[in-house]
């Protein structure tokens, strides 16, 4: 007997400024994943989109994994597994295309084996895989998460915000793996560093609850990764600048970049060309694309 099911799932923003490794939103750019189990066969994998050529066609792909964890967990032993990944999330830019591929095996599997799992269940097995929530939690539940670790297990609050927001993503034309982004990061930090970051991320789950957005200008700030990862993303601050110069109510990295983010209600294509303008003056081939608040998060759509 064979199996097919197809999932969506969003790509997702993380850190937003000072929430690092705890805050994330899901946002309108999509990987869309079909897969088929039977009985006999072998592994098939097929890439189209983003990362096509690129993503491992073998066993060391991370959605046959996240796939096979799922079926050694349910006891669902199935030797034929075909993947068929539709991905608009570019790779390795900070825009959550791993926990994408994550949160997609896993949703699809247990979709294909009877929902046995539940989404919370899912959650902590997509954190395991990717290493931080910040990322999976929105990619699974959608809207604005806020992500907490107790122990090994994660823990989350969702919320959407009272008002229609706008992030536009400007996004250069080269690669930054996380684990490159987070070695330049320190071991400690400043208590006063600490304190900058406290009061801003509490000012940014305030204002994006109440819709009150003003407050980003100051609520993005952040002491404690960004200017660390500064030295990897030419222009990163001329960038920031130029969105805010267009209206935006500020910018921050995209998880952990190169993709830039500014958080608007309007000029959303003024802010675009002059975010990928500002990259241009520091010699970086850039583009941009306007997107909103995922309210569903993955979802199983066939
Ligand atoms: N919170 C993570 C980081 C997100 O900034 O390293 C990257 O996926």
Do not use: W
């Amino acid at each position: 007997m064979s199996i097919t099911v197809k999932v969506r799932v969003p790509g997702t923003t993380a850190n937003c400024g000072p929430g690092f490794d705890a805050v994330g939103i899901a946002c309108t750019i999509y990987s869309e994943l079909e897969l088929g189990l039977s009985e006999k066969g072998t592994l098939a994998i097929e890439i189209e989109g983003e990362g096509k050529g690129h993503i491992p066609t073998n066993k060391n792909n991370i959605i046959y994994q996240a796939v096979q964890a799922v079926l050694d967990r349910v006891g669902k032993p199935y030797q034929g597994i075909y993947l068929k990944l539709y991905n608009k999330i570019p790779l390795a830019r900070g825009l959550g295309s791993s926990a994408a591929a994550i949160v997609g095996g896993l949703i699809a599997a247990n979709a294909a084996t009877g929902n046995t799992l539940t989404k919370e269940e899912i959650f902590s097995m997509a954190t395991a895989i990717e290493g931080h929530p910040d990322n999976v939690a929105p990619a699974i539940f959608g809207g604005i998460t806020i992500s907490v670790m107790q122990g090994n297990q994660p823990t989350y609050l969702r919320f959407m915000p009272e008002k229609e927001l706008n992030m536009i993503v400007a996004i250069p034309d080269f690669n930054l793996s996380t684990h490159t982004a987070r070695q330049v990061l320190p071991d400690t930090i400043a208590i006063k560093d600490a304190v900058f970051n406290i009061s801003r991320v509490a000012l940014l789950i305030g204002a994006l609850c109440k819709g009150e957005f003003h407050h980003l200008r100051y609520a993005l700030e952040d002491k404690i990764h960004q200017p660390y990862r500064q030295q990897l993303i030419p222009g990163m601050r001329q960038v920031f600048n130029a969105a805010v110069d267009k209206g935006a109510y500020g910018a921050a990295l995209s998880g952990a970049g190169p993709c830039l983010i500014a958080f608007t209600e309007s000029n959303c294509d003024e802010i675009g060309v002059a975010m990928v303008q500002a990259f241009a003056d520091s010699s970086v081939k850039a583009q941009y694309v306007i997107l909103t608040i995922d309210a569903e998060g993955a979802k199983v759509v066939k």
